[in-house]
């Protein structure tokens, strides 16, 4: 069975500060994998995702992921985070015919 | 491009009665709709999907007679929570999928559903 972890529940990062969040996968082949954030409230908003290629992903406001299929991860990060950055952030896989897998999330709290 | 909405935003209803969801996709055709349900301050669960045209699919554990979903069309998908109980209190948040287009989603703002 398909499964995604997010080993982080919280984590606090200065303003301006860098930021990676942690998220491992376990799946058969060839995965499908997305981060979403979520503000309080709201739907999701995709943030990137990796179908194949290069793998490193960009994406929009400035995050990247890092595909390593020998760790089975797929790490979001960003090199300076700004306080609109607070959210829940999640890291799901699948998709096409299949509904996607979610991670637990990351609480990103952002000090000023 | 790729907008989905979801109507209402929010509703209130009495323990008992019948709630339907609406998931619309407004600018693309979308073969498959998935409904998920986040409880507060946890993850999205995928409940059931839903194809143009014919039955859900449901995930295991999910009562395919409390929740019902029908999707007539190819940008319209319902989800009915029928005999809602306090326990169906719940952010319901609905995905589409871009005809021909695979592995990617589009998700609606979601519905919070509260019964009293």
């Known amino acids: 069975a398909q499964s995604v972890t997010q080993p982080d529940i919280h984590i606090t990062v200065s303003e301006g500060a860098s930021l990676e969040l942690r998220c491992n996968y376990s799946y058969g082949a060839t995965p499908y994998l997305f981060w979403y954030v979520q503000s309080p409230g709201q739907g999701l908003q995709l943030l990137l995702k990796y179908f194949s290629g290069d793998t490193l992903v960009q994406g929009i406001k400035g995050f990247e992921a890092e595909f390593k299929r020998s760790q089975s991860s797929f790490n979001l990060r960003k090199p300076s985070v700004h306080w609109s950055d607070a959210a829940e952030y999640f890291c799901?896989?699948?998709?096409?015919?299949?509904?996607?897998?979610f991670g637990k999330g990351t609480h990103l709290i952002i000090q000023p | 491009g790729a907008v989905v909405s979801q109507h209402p935003s929010w509703v209130i209803c009495k323990s008992g009665t019948s709630v339907k969801i609406e998931c619309r996709s407004l600018?693309?055709?979308?073969?498959?709709m998935f409904w998920y349900r986040q409880f507060p301050k946890q993850s999205l669960m995928l409940m059931a999907t839903s194809n143009e045209g014919s039955k859900a699919t449901y995930e295991q554990g999910v009562e395919k007679d409390k929740f019902l979903i029908n999707h007539a069309s190819l940008t319209l998908s319902t989800l009915t929570v029928t005999s809602a109980h306090p326990e169906d209190s719940s952010f319901y948040i609905c995905s589409a999928r871009v005809a021909g287009v695979t592995n990617e989603q589009f998700f609606g703002p979601g519905t919070r559903l509260t019964v009293l």
């Open positions: 600018d693309f055709q979308a073969t498959t």
């Open positions: 799901a896989l699948g998709g096409g015919a299949d509904g996607l897998t």
